[in-house]
């Protein structure tokens, strides 16, 4: 029998230390096995490969000679069976394909020097680009640049999965954010840090108080996640809303309504991540996000393809489960860094603010600002239903007076809604009641008062001032 090539080695050295240093040195010269397994179902969203394990969340490629290479993510298993999600078409996929493990994964195109992977982190992982390089870019949720411009520089690649902040560390939110939308401003005052639901049906106007918030926030960086919706409304805002002052301080991440569940599921994180990023170096940063509900909508897909079994109104546990894990990413980091104020749309289904979603999305808000399309349907935008909707934090970041105002305010003016049909069908006496009767006098100028076009700003400094003529009796005359 021939020596092996340890007992060689073992043969030259001198103490069983040196050989043991020796073989550790081989071991780690030497590559590993690839561990390749086969693609052996695919139903409706999902493959199904045997003979390859791979933790959730981590990507692979499964590729033929016919085709080129499909990218899917790992989003459950059974046994030895693993189910991925792809990111891509899978037209033209047959049994028998390759599934193997990715490296630490970066979209291409590759991105520059800078494009260095840890080797700590997990092999299959994904990574996309952040960093102040994708200031004023345009790319899709695998971070590839959609606006021709060019590639993408001073960025890295990092995972998006990252350690929550402890609840302990954060700052509190103690400062109010100018928004610019008189309604915001007065009644619903927003403060730096918090998390807002915009809870709308289609075609009330969110996306046009989105535009506002983007045009007059106070914010070092506004980053946009346009996930599920139509694609025609990304070169829109970009354009109409954004404009070329608004665009030089954003990234848009855009994942519309004909990519992938799994991209959809993926443009959502990517926007928090690029969000948290700047957050991490000092930035005050805006976050808006529509929708909310799509998201919800592609782990639902995600779900049900892998045989979790619906729960409330045809949505699995996992989407309820993953709605605060994405909405907590954002608010305030550590004390004395930098926030994450996020706006996040959710679509009400029929108008029906108990959608299961919705009633979710609610519960772990910070506050909802609400669209009534009654309002809408008049001509009143934006249509901000000042009675259902409700800031958590306003107490915290305005002053005494300030709060007083607002609480008068809603009181005229629910006063007004309360006894509205009797006014118009003409049965109420006026002297009747004195609270209806000073409602009815303000309600005119009240009204204008919650009304703004989309090219005005509402300064936060004017609150107070203009809170207090919409309250007084002389309000009208001015």
Same mark, same amino acid.
């Given at each position: 029998m021939m020596p092996t090539e340890s007992t060689e080695v073992r043969d030259t050295c001198a103490t069983w230390q040196e050989f043991l240093g020796r073989a550790n040195d081989n071991v780690k010269r030497g590559s590993t096995l690839e561990v390749r397994?086969? @693609?052996?179902?695919?139903?409706? @969203?999902?493959?199904?490969?045997?003979?390859?394990?791979v933790p959730v969340g981590s990507q692979c490629v499964v590729s033929m000679q016919s085709r080129a290479p499909v990218l899917a993510e790992v989003?459950?298993?059974? #046994?030895?069976?693993?189910?991925?999600?792809?990111?891509?078409? !899978?037209?033209? @996929?047959?049994?028998?394909?390759?599934?193997?493990?990715?490296?630490?994964? !970066?979209? !291409?195109?590759r991105l520059g020097a800078s494009d260095a992977v840890d080797s700590q982190e997990h092999v299959g992982m994904l990574r996309l680009p952040l960093g102040p390089g994708l200031l004023g870019r345009v790319v899709d949720a695998q971070g590839i640049p959609m606006d021709r411009m060019g590639p993408i520089i001073d960025v890295s690649s990092k995972p998006l999965d990252r350690q929550p902040i402890n609840a302990m560390d954060r700052a509190p939110v103690r400062q109010a954010l100018d928004t610019g939308v008189r309604a915001i401003n007065a009644l619903l005052t927003v403060g730096r840090g918090q998390r807002l639901g915009l809870f709308a049906g289609s075609g009330v106007g969110k996306s046009v108080l989105l535009g506002m918030m983007a045009r007059y926030t106070e914010a070092d960086v506004i980053v946009v996640g346009l996930i599920g919706e139509r694609g025609r409304e990304v070169k829109e805002f970009i354009e109409d809303i954004l404009g070329e002052q608004g665009r030089a301080r954003s990234v848009v991440v855009a994942a519309p309504a004909d990519a992938p569940p799994l991209l959809r599921l993926q443009g959502a994180s990517y926007a928090t991540a690029i969000a948290e990023s700047f957050r991490d170096s000092g930035k005050h940063v805006l976050l808006l996000m529509d929708s909310l509900t799509r998201y919800a909508m592609a782990q639902r897909e995600i779900a049900l393809a892998i045989g979790e079994p619906p729960a409330t109104k045809g949505y699995p546990p996992s989407c309820f489960a993953r709605l605060p894990q994405l909405v907590e990413r954002s608010g305030n980091g550590l004390a004395g860094a930098g926030?994450?104020?996020?706006?996040?749309? !959710? @679509?009400?289904? #029929?108008?029906?603010?108990?959608?299961?979603i919705a009633d979710a999305a609610r519960a772990i808000l910070d506050g909802h600002i609400v669209l009534s399309r009654t309002l809408a349907e008049s001509g009143h935008y934006p249509a901000i239903d000042v009675?259902?909707?409700?800031?958590?934090?306003?107490?915290?970041?305005?002053?005494?007076?300030?709060f007083e105002l607002a609480r008068r305010f809603r009181a005229i003016y629910s006063r007004y809604q309360r006894g509205r049909d009797l006014v118009q069908i003409g049965a109420y006496v006026r002297g009747s009641d004195p609270a209806l009767d000073e409602a009815i006098a303000l309600h005119d100028g009240m009204s204008r008062f919650l009304q703004q076009n989309m090219d005005e700003q509402a300064p936060m400094g004017s609150v107070l001032q203009d809170l207090f003529a919409a309250t007084s009796p002389n309000f009208d005359a001015q």
């Open positions: 397994g086969t @693609l052996t179902r695919l139903t409706g @969203l999902v493959l199904e490969a045997s003979g390859i394990r989003v459950g298993f059974a #046994g030895d069976r693993a189910f991925l999600m792809p990111a891509g078409d !899978v037209y033209g @996929l047959s049994s028998g394909a390759s599934v193997a493990p990715a490296a630490a994964y !970066v979209p !291409v195109p926030s994450i104020t996020a706006f996040y749309t !959710v @679509l009400a289904e #029929g108008d029906d603010q108990q959608d299961p009675e259902q909707s409700a800031s958590r934090v306003m107490h915290n970041v305005i002053s005494r007076d300030h």
